[in-house]
């Protein structure tokens, strides 16, 4: 999963300086699952004006229809890559995050997610409570995944692991992995 790699964050309204960094290693990652066949979503804000719960703390952004609600183009999503637009911090909640999972791999599902995206101590640690809750492994890609401070991207990691048994691995890691 690719949370939240928008024009709003990365270079927006709601910028987060710390975002360039984990780019390459997202972009490397999802180059890598596509050419395994294994499925990549892009879990994206895409919010309306009457979504005044987040209107109220953080501003208007990655309004539905904007440039700022649109995919970075460092990581344009490919032709077979799934799209979820979001209205909340979890990539499932009011989604059909959940549905296209169960439909994977004939029927079967699948049984991990690994997260990548913006941001570890929101997006990334609510959409890996929703995961946890539905019982999936939880992957996050420690360097593919990043938040304001690095105090505020230590402490997502650290909830994840401790509270929903996440395990925190290095991108080149997995893609040995996806590669072997």
Same mark, same amino acid.
């Given at each position: ?17 710390? %975002? ?8 490397? &990652? %999802? ?43 460092? &990581? ?27 439909? +994977? ?9 690994? &997260? ?14 929703? %995961? ?24 997502? +990691? ?7 048994? %996440? ?14």
């Amino acid at each position: 999963m690719i949370i939240d790699m928008l024009n709003d964050f990365v270079h927006g309204k709601l910028k987060c300086d710390r %975002a360039q960094r984990i780019i390459p290693n997202i972009r490397a &990652l %999802a180059d890598a699952a596509r050419k395994k066949g294994i499925p990549v979503f892009y879990c994206n804000d895409e919010h309306l004006p009457l979504d005044t719960y987040e209107m109220k703390l953080w501003g208007p952004h990655a309004m539905k229809g904007t440039e700022g609600a649109k995919v970075i183009n460092e &990581l344009t999503p490919a032709e077979s890559d799934y799209i979820i637009p979001k209205r909340t911090y979890s990539a499932f909640d009011g989604t059909g995050l959940d549905r296209a999972l169960k439909g +994977l791999y004939g029927g079967k599902g699948a049984n991990t997610v690994i &997260l990548t995206g913006l941001h570890t101590n929101m997006c990334d640690r609510h959409t890996a409570y929703d %995961a946890f809750v539905r019982d999936l492994d939880i992957v996050v890609v420690e360097d593919g995944v990043d938040a304001f401070t690095e105090s505020d991207h230590v402490s997502g +990691l650290d909830y994840m692991t401790k509270i929903y048994g %996440a395990k925190v691995r290095k991108a080149s890691e997995i893609i040995k992995e996806i590669e072997d």
